[in-house]
């Protein structure tokens, strides 16, 4: 009787169609829910089905896929961010809008926001990370610039005065985001957080 032939070892499939977009979405999943120490390109090819080798074909490393997850953050921001900006708002309104837009973003993706703020990136991807942040703090930026020429605001450095009006709202993102404030707490704080980097604290 002739012997059996041996059975091949098992293999995963190679081409699983947009492997770049599956691998990211799978990898933002994880960060959601187990943090970016958790990610591993060899646990998401076995999750999607596809062989060990196949992520390798879009990210050289981990930290690549990170850079990459961390870009799609800054395309999704500063989509938000444009899609409710309102240029005719006078300045108080338009921060309100903006402000709003940008709570909402951090906390629902408060693992996402904090790599995208992350200082860890290679530096190949340091030019791409900066054009990430200039779309997001950009609309800050516009509207703190319109402002100044509208004379609702000082004179001053238009760079400097959209990092205060930034480090405002991404402090109470922050607070939102480590449970602090409720989500609801938060919103309703952000009318009186603009009031305030509009007219300060003094009395008068």
């Given at each position: 009787?002739?012997?059996m032939p ?26 959601r ?6 990610l591993?390109?060899r ?8 062989s ?12 690549a ?11 999704r ?6 899609a409710?900006?309102?240029p005719?708002?006078?300045l ?10 940008y ?19 290679e ?15 950009g ?10 020429q ?11 005065l ?7 709202l991404?402090g ?21 957080l603009v ?10």
């Amino acid at each position: 009787m002739a012997p059996m032939p041996a059975e091949k070892p098992e293999t995963r499939p190679y081409h699983h169609g947009d492997l770049r977009s599956a691998l990211l979405a799978a990898a933002e999943h994880t960060l959601r829910d187990k943090g970016s120490a958790s990610l591993s390109l060899r646990e998401l090819a076995r999750d999607l089905g596809v062989s060990h080798a196949a992520p390798g074909r879009h990210f050289k490393d981990k930290q690549a896929l990170l850079n990459a997850l961390a870009l799609v953050g800054y395309d999704r921001m500063a989509e938000a961010l444009e899609a409710a900006d309102e240029p005719g708002l006078r300045l108080q309104d338009r921060l309100t809008v903006l402000a709003r837009t940008y709570l909402g973003f951090a906390i629902d993706n408060a693992a996402l926001l904090e790599l995208m703020y992350a200082r860890k990136h290679e530096p190949d991807a340091a030019e791409q990370m900066a054009a990430g942040i200039d779309r997001t703090v950009g609309a800050l930026a516009r509207a703190v610039a319109a402002a100044q020429q509208r004379g609702e605001i000082v004179d001053g450095d238009p760079e400097l005065l959209t990092v205060v009006v930034g480090t405002a709202l991404h402090g109470l993102a922050s607070f939102a985001a480590t449970g602090m404030f409720t989500t609801e707490a938060a919103m309703q704080t952000v009318p009186e957080l603009v009031h305030h980097l509009m007219y300060g604290l003094k009395p008068r």
